[in-house]
């Protein structure tokens, strides 16, 4: 095997619970508890009732449950349903970096899988922590975005790397795990260019879905390639260009997921700490005085939610919460972005595209050379009467520099189970991922996931 999957491999194998700092295992609690709430947020929505159809259609020895549901299925598809409701608000966590994306859209694959085999919440929280670390190492050195390929490449190789570990694999079949899911699964970046489809928030789904797979095939004796990253027509080659990997967390460093981002509103992230501007604006200035908004941000901002046409007239939700001007014009009408915020009215609302049209967005190269370390966007509102009213920001709540308190989790896990689960329910449920290294199973969790129980 080659060095990349050697290195990998080692880890994934080597690493126990207890080299685990308090900090990596607190954080790990954190990422459990605000991707549960996304997904119970995601529950109702198209492309989660379209996964739970094919799903129902699947059965599996072990079997792995659904969110919200109860019901059963085989650990692939489980992995593929739950992530889809994990991902579809765009409201979990993110990572930024060279490269970027959002490792909690592992989490349902560790979930089912630990689920199918009955194992304990350490166990859960030890994958969870290295399938992080093998995604924020890659992204650490691996700019896929800028390359055309989609952040579902670090998610297949990543929670593919946390599934051998709860399987116990060897360093072999765990090589051969990342082997197969680095060579076999490279998604175009397509998903995420232009007028947005559902497929932008199942993509990294599938690639989960993908990962429980690769593992169970290395675990039944299949073999992957030899040299998956660095050998001929391999991944430095064709998709990544040559890298070395960092050093990985444990033995005194940090682990990775100790700096990724969690989401205060439930849009893009790179939106965060503009919308946090334009509530400060807003306290300054009468919408109906606004002359012009001048947006500055970083090149990633601006490529990502603020340079396309479709982004001034979004159709979908989709392309709504990826879109720089809807979800400003929504700070500054609305006072923020809710879960409310996407329904297809007020998508389509005539004030707020009226708004829109006032806002120009462009690239601070300053800014771009600043960042990944720093998240800085300036915004400038002209009124009509010619006063000009400026605000700045680098850094939003839930950013790891700028975290949200655990208290903010639960308020946002208490703000999306509204109307879904009675209240002792969800605080049930809540104390039970926030205590889930003393669980010796999953069965409580997902007992309490199930509205009404």
């Not at 800085?376 to 939003?396: D, F, H, K, L, N």
Request: charge should be neutral.
């Amino acid at each position: 095997m080659d060095k990349t999957t050697r290195t990998l491999a080692d880890y994934v194998t080597q690493l126990n619970y207890g080299a685990l700092s308090a900090d990596a295992i607190h954080q790990t609690r954190r990422r459990l508890v605000d991707a549960t709430a996304c997904a119970i947020g995601g529950y109702a929505s198209a492309p989660a009732d379209i996964a739970r159809k094919l799903a129902a259609n699947v059965s599996g020895t072990p079997a792995a449950r659904i969110f919200n549901t109860g019901k059963t299925t085989s650990m692939d598809m489980a992995a593929f349903t739950n992530a889809v409701m994990v991902r579809y608000l765009d409201f979990n966590d993110t990572f930024i970096s060279v490269g970027s994306g959002h490792p909690s859209d592992m989490i349902s694959a560790i979930l089912a899988v630990a689920d199918a085999h009955r194992l304990s919440g350490k166990d859960v929280l030890l994958a969870t922590a290295i399938a992080y670390e093998v995604y924020t190492a890659l992204a650490d050195q691996v700019a896929l975005r800028d390359k055309g390929w989609d952040q579902g490449f670090f998610v297949v190789i990543s929670a593919a790397a946390g599934v051998a570990k709860l399987l116990n694999l060897s360093q072999a079949q765990t090589a051969d795990a990342i082997a197969i899911a680095a060579t076999a699964h490279v998604p175009t970046r397509q998903t995420r260019a232009g007028e947005l489809a559902m497929w932008k928030g199942v993509a990294t789904a599938a690639a989960a879905r993908s990962a429980v797979q690769t593992a169970l095939l290395a675990q039944a004796g299949m073999t992957g390639p030899t040299a998956a990253f660095e050998g001929k027509d391999g991944v430095w080659d064709q998709v990544t260009g040559k890298f070395q990997l960092g050093e990985l967390g444990g033995n005194g460093r940090t682990f990775g997921i100790e700096r990724s981002n969690l989401k205060f509103f439930p849009s893009e992230y790179h939106s965060q700490a503009p919308m946090w501007i334009a509530l400060e604006l807003r306290k300054k200035v009468a919408v109906a005085d606004i002359e012009a908004i001048n947006v500055e941000t970083y090149f990633t901002a601006w490529s990502e939610i603020g340079s396309e046409p479709e982004k001034w007239h979004p159709k979908t939700r989709e392309t709504a919460d990826h879109s720089l001007p809807y979800l400003l014009s929504l700070g500054f009408v609305d006072g923020g972005v809710t879960l409310n915020s996407f329904t297809p009215e007020r998508i389509a609302d005539p004030a707020l595209h009226a708004l829109m049209s006032r806002i120009k967005i462009t690239e601070n190269k300053a800014f771009t050379a600043a960042f990944p370390e720093t998240l800085s966007t300036r915004i400038e509102v002209v009124m009509r009467g010619g006063q000009r009213v400026i605000e700045a920001a680098q850094y939003p709540k839930g950013h790891a520099k700028n975290p949200m308190t655990d208290d903010d989790i639960n308020n946002k896990f208490a703000m999306v189970c509204e109307g879904v689960m009675p209240a002792a329910q969800r605080d049930a449920l809540r104390d039970s991922l926030w205590q889930l290294d003393q669980a010796p199973n999953l069965d409580r969790v997902f007992e309490l996931l199930v509205p009404g129980k």
